[in-house]
Nanobody, 120 residues
Framework: EVQFVESGGSVVQPGGSLRLSCVVSGFTFTFSNTAMSWVRQAPGKGPEWVAAISGGGSTYYADSVKGRFTISRDNAKNMVYLNMNELKFEDTARYYC????????????WGQGTQVTVSS
């Protein structure tokens, strides 16, 4: 089965920065040719797509994070990253990486996720 292992989340102050990492394994698809996304979910809410990166390196962002977050990937390591800057209270959520686009990634499968809490 496909596995996603996210890491890097923590408690940070507003305006702070974090770098999230995701390592992918056990896939039946070609990682380097597959779009990857970051999805987040706050308590009591449904999943919210955050960012995506195509196999060719094109990036896409939700309006809420545009200009603050940067998604990247390292195909040699089967990894996806999310650099988060200027964090806001609204960014508090559990973050997951997943295969696919803004639409398909929200359906999973996901890993265990990593918690990001923005608090003063």
């Amino acid at each position: 089965e496909v596995q996603f292992v996210e890491s890097g989340g923590s408690v940070v102050q507003p305006g702070g920065s974090l770098r999230l990492s995701c390592v992918v394994s056990g896939f039946t698809f070609t990682f380097s040719n597959t779009a990857m996304s970051w999805v987040r979910q706050a308590p009591g809410k449904g999943p919210e797509w955050v960012a995506a990166i195509s196999g060719g390196g094109s990036t896409y962002y939700a309006d809420s994070v545009k200009g603050r977050f940067t998604i990247s990937r390292d195909n040699a390591k089967n990894m996806v990253y999310l650099n988060m800057n200027e964090l806001k209270f609204e960014d508090t959520a559990r973050y997951y990486c997943a295969r696919g686009s803004a639409i398909t990634s929200k359906a999973g499968p996901w890993g265990q996720g990593t918690q990001v809490t923005v608090s003063s």
